[in-house]
């Protein structure tokens, strides 16, 4: 009977670990990294468990994206070469709940509500301001897409 207890409580630390270091981040949070140098935002996001995921350079931009343990997540950071005020972070999650609590917390950040298209590739989005701070919603095309939120400098 002890065994079976040592073995619960076993699995349950180990769920729990793998729950808190595949986590999402705070609006806060983002904003933070997104003030980070690129050193800096690897190191940090290297804290919180993520891996490297993928590298992509070009003439105008250069992106680092991490998973998630247990790839719920991805993040990535673009640098701008010349325009650096579309330096952003950008952060993918699948729950409709997190959305909505993201929504929540970006209205009552402050933000207002100022504009909805379509990105090139044909999501919707929405964008919100707060003084000269941006964050933009981008919806999934279909169920197995992901939500994306882009936190501008």
Do not use: W
């Amino acid at each position: 009977m002890n065994t079976i207890k040592i073995i619960l409580i076993s699995l349950f630390c180990t769920l729990l670990h793998s729950q808190m270091a595949g986590q999402a981040f705070k609006l806060e949070e983002l904003a933070g990294f997104n003030k980070l140098d690129m050193a800096a935002f690897k190191t940090e996001i290297k804290n919180h468990k993520y891996t490297f995921y993928d590298k992509t350079e070009s003439p105008e931009f250069i992106l680092f994206e991490y998973d998630s343990p247990g790839y719920m997540y991805k993040i990535g950071k673009f640098e701008y070469t010349e325009e650096k005020s579309q330096d952003n972070i950008e952060f993918q999650f699948k729950d409709k709940k997190e959305h909505d609590a993201y929504v929540k917390a970006i209205l009552t950040a402050g933000y207002k509500q100022t504009e909805k298209g379509k990105v090139l590739t044909g999501e919707s989005y929405v964008d919100y301001l707060k003084n000269k701070a941006q964050i933009r919603m981008v919806y999934p095309k279909t169920s197995r897409d992901n939500y994306t939120i882009l936190v501008f400098k």
